[in-house]
C-alpha cells in the first residue's frame, strides 16, 4: 500500500473508533487483524476505566502496517478530536522478537507513567512474563520516542505498550485471544485488569 494512514482508512474492512469520555485515552491504531487482540485490550481498559478510546480495527484479511510515525491527525478527523480531547495517552501494539518474546514494554515519552504502569503489571502478570521500562532495554524501533509517534502528540504524551505474542496467545485454543471467536486467554484477563487499576490509580488524572 503506498497511500498511507488515510489510504488505509479509506478501504473497505477497515474499521474507525472514536469514543471520548476522560482526558486520559487508549489508543490501538494497529488493531483487529494487524497486531491481533490490540484493539480489544484497549477498548475494555478504556470502557473499565472511563478513558477515551481511538482505535483502527482491521478485518481480514487485510493486514496493512502504516508506520506509527506516519499516523498523523491531518488525515483524520476522528483522530484529530481524540487528541484535542486527551492529555495523556497509552498506545497498545503488539510485537514479536526472538529475544524479547515473553518482555512487555513500556516505551513513549511519558516515562512517569511508564514506571507506573510497570509497577502494576509486575505484580500483576505471572512471572514468565517480563516488564520492561528502562529504555536502555527496549530495542531502538520499539521505544517510542519520536516526536510524531500518535503516542507523544498529547500534552503530557504517553507510553507505548508494546505486547509479546505470549501473552495476546490463547495457548488451549491455539488462537489469538478475543481474535475469530477465540476465548480469552487468562493472562489477557489479568493484564487488562491490572491497566485497568493502574488507570484509576494515576494521579494526574
Known sequence: MTGGFGALLAQPGVDEVCELRDRFGLMAFHGG??????????????????ASLYAVIQHAPL????????????HSA??????????????????GRETQFWNVLLGGRNRALASHLAGHLRAALP????????????????????EDNPVNLPSNAGVQ??????????????????????????QVGTLIEALAGAIDAWADR
Open 161 to 186: 505498550l508494546e505486547l509479546p505474542p505470549t501473552i495476546r496467545w490463547n495457548k488451549e485454543a491455539r488462537n489469538w485471544s478475543d481474535h475469530e471467536g477465540t476465548p480469552r486467554a487468562p
Open 63 to 74: 493486514r496493512e502496517h502504516v508506520p506509527s510515525i506516519t499516523i498523523r491527525p491531518e
Open 127 to 146: 512471572e514468565a512474563f517480563g516488564v520492561v521500562d528502562d529504555l536502555e532495554e527496549i530495542p531502538r524501533g520499539l521505544r517510542g520516542l519520536h
Open 33 to 50: 487483524n494487524l497486531e491481533r487482540t490490540t484493539d480489544v485490550i484497549a477498548q475494555e481498559v478504556a470502557q473499565r476505566s472511563g
Open 78 to 95: 476522528q483522530l484529530q478530536q481524540f487528541l484535542d480531547h486527551v492529555d495523556t495517552v497509552i498506545a497498545v501494539h503488539g510485537y
